[in-house]
């Protein structure tokens, strides 16, 4: 995120306004913790035989965070830091009704509370995000085709379906003058809040591996494609604005004033994940997110990506 800021910095110094940058880092977290909610699904019901199900209950642990230092082109040293942490749970439900084929439902959220962050330019405060909260839901429905099976060892499923996705959140944010005019200087408070259904569709792939009898080893990939236009209009309460800053992210069209805009909030994406059941206890675990952050990451000397840790226990229940 830092990079943005950093070139769009240098291009606006002498500009008569600013992006809101306060507001592009609450939406960049909020963004980040229902991509990784998506990226956790419930296990599916690998073999699909005509008449069973399976039913499977999470609940996770997310951490988001942010750290990076950076150089501006006249030299000046830059800095973002930031933190937030939350909780999640999640339902998944599938049914065979044909051989082969099975019907699917997820349903799962998390909270993200007790977030801050803050950007620095020349050690002087530019933008600061003040008690960072959030519920992200995910509702998703689709089919599932067992399209490989292999002596009751190896299984491949595709699956596919709508989704839709509610995302509310909420932080104080402040915005300062830039150095090295007026440096530090509040120029715009704000209590921002967004609340959206984001309808998007989903599909991938899960394949199951028994290991040693007691393993179920699943790695899956998963897309999904947001049906909806990226940037979204935001609403803000207690209002201060002493100097010209907009109210758009840079990501998205200008407002021309401070106390509305656009952020850039519905994602698409592509995900990749790994989850483990010991099918005696039917307990499994996942934690895909550390393989994505070291997989997929896009520039790995970019820390200011605001990177997701979900940890997630799941119990599984059923016929299968």
């Known amino acids: 995120m830092l990079k943005y800021f950093v070139v769009f910095l240098s291009l606006l110094i002498s500009s008569n306004s600013f992006a809101n940058d306060a507001v592009s880092q609450a939406s960049e977290y909020a963004k980040r913790a229902m991509t990784e909610l ?26 988001l965070t942010t750290d990076d230092d950076a150089t501006l082109t006249d030299g000046t040293k830059a800095q973002e830091k930031g933190s937030a942490k939350g909780y999640g749970f999640g339902y998944g439900y599938s049914h065979s009704f044909k051989e082969r084929w099975a019907f699917f439902m997820w349903l799962q959220g998390v909270t993200v509370e007790k977030g801050n962050h803050q950007q620095t330019v020349a050690g002087q405060l530019t933008a600061k995000t003040i008690d960072f909260d959030a ?30 996705m509610y995302l509310d959140f909420h932080a104080d944010i402040e915005n300062y003058d830039a150095p090295p005019s007026a440096a530090g200087n509040l120029n715009t408070s704000l ?14 792939a899960m394949y199951e591996y028994k290991y040693f009898k007691n393993w179920e080893i699943a790695p899956y990939a998963l897309g999904v494609i947001k049906l909806i236009d990226k940037c979204q209009e935001w609403s803000a309460d207690r209002v201060s604005i002493n100097g010209p800053v907009d109210g758009s992210s840079s990501k998205c069209p200008a407002s021309g004033v401070a106390n509305k805009g ?3 909030i519905a994602p698409s994406f592509v995900s990749i994940g790994v989850k483990v059941n010991y099918k005696p206890w039917d307990l499994g675990f996942n934690v895909s997110s550390m393989i994505r952050n070291a997989i997929m990451r896009p520039d790995k000397e970019d820390k200011a990506e605001v990177e997701g840790v979900l940890f997630s226990l799941s119990k599984s229940w059923g016929d299968y």
């Open 38 to 63: 998506a990226s956790d699904p419930p296990l599916l019901l690998l073999k699909n035989e005509d008449g069973k199900s399976r039913h499977e209950f999470l609940l996770g642990y997310l951490k």
């Open 135 to 164: 519920l992200n839901l995910n509702l998703a429905l689709g089919l599932s085709y067992e399209f490989f099976r292999d002596n009751d060892k190896h299984t491949l499923n595709v699956f596919g379906g709508p989704s839709l």
């Open 191 to 204: 209590d921002f809040f967004f609340s959206k259904f984001i309808p998007t569709f989903m599909a991938g």
């Open 262 to 264: 656009q952020i850039d």
